[in-house]
């Protein structure tokens, strides 16, 4: 078991993401969601998931190869990660509703795949793969549903995907775990 304040990351995080803003590159062009940015690719659909009584935006979803991804960037401390933390209670929470997680190795780290028993009556349970990305002062969760849980070659689409998002923290102090600010992107052409 790792240090539990440990910061989990690929090796190559700053060189393949995902990317703190300081370390994308700059002439690339991302659709800007504020806390995150996204390199828009073929075949990408994407939805922000709005919080019904604040209308904030909680979450991108995004459609990719048959899968799902859904992110979210997090304020973290300089030093110390939160996705060891994150992945027990993402394991608790499942299990409390009944479903079945077990943490592996995957491409991006540590990762929980989970049974996540789906509404309804007799409707077979949903699989989920968590992952998450420890960086400079910010930690990204994605949840990847679809193909991408157990098909290898959608899976490293997705992966590359997550690995594509670009992180703007900001300067903003921010208590740790609170959502990075999300917003809609700028409607093309300037405005």
């Known amino acids: 078991m790792s240090d539990p304040l440990e910061k989990t990351a690929p090796d190559d995080r700053a060189t393949s993401g995902p990317f703190d803003e300081s370390e ?3 002439v690339r062009p991302y659709i800007d969601l504020g806390g995150i940015k996204i390199l828009p690719r073929e075949g990408l659909n994407l939805r922000l998931e709005v919080e019904e009584q604040s209308k904030r935006i909680v979450a ?3 459609d ?11 304020a973290a401390p300089r030093s110390t990660g939160l996705w060891d933390e994150t992945r027990d209670q993402i394991r608790e929470q499942i299990r409390g509703q009944g479903g079945r997680v077990e943490e592996r190795d995957g491409p991006l780290g540590p990762e929980l795949l989970a049974e996540v028993p789906a509404g309804g009556e007799g409707s077979s349970p ?3 793969r968590f992952v998450g990305v420890d960086g400079p002062r910010w930690f990204l969760r994605g949840v990847i549903g679809g193909e991408a849980t157990g098909d290898v070659e959608a ?3 997705v992966e590359d995907l997550f690995r594509s998002i ?9 208590p740790p775990r609170d959502l990075i600010p999300l917003k809609l992107p700028a409607s093309p052409g300037g405005a």
């Open 24 to 26: 994308a590159n700059p």
């Open 155 to 157: 899976a490293a689409r």
């Open 60 to 62: 991108v979803g995004l």
């Open 126 to 128: 949903r699989l989920a």
């Open 64 to 74: 990719y190869a048959g899968s799902t991804l859904q992110v979210q960037p997090f």
């Open 166 to 174: 670009v992180v703007v923290r900001g300067g903003t102090p921010m």
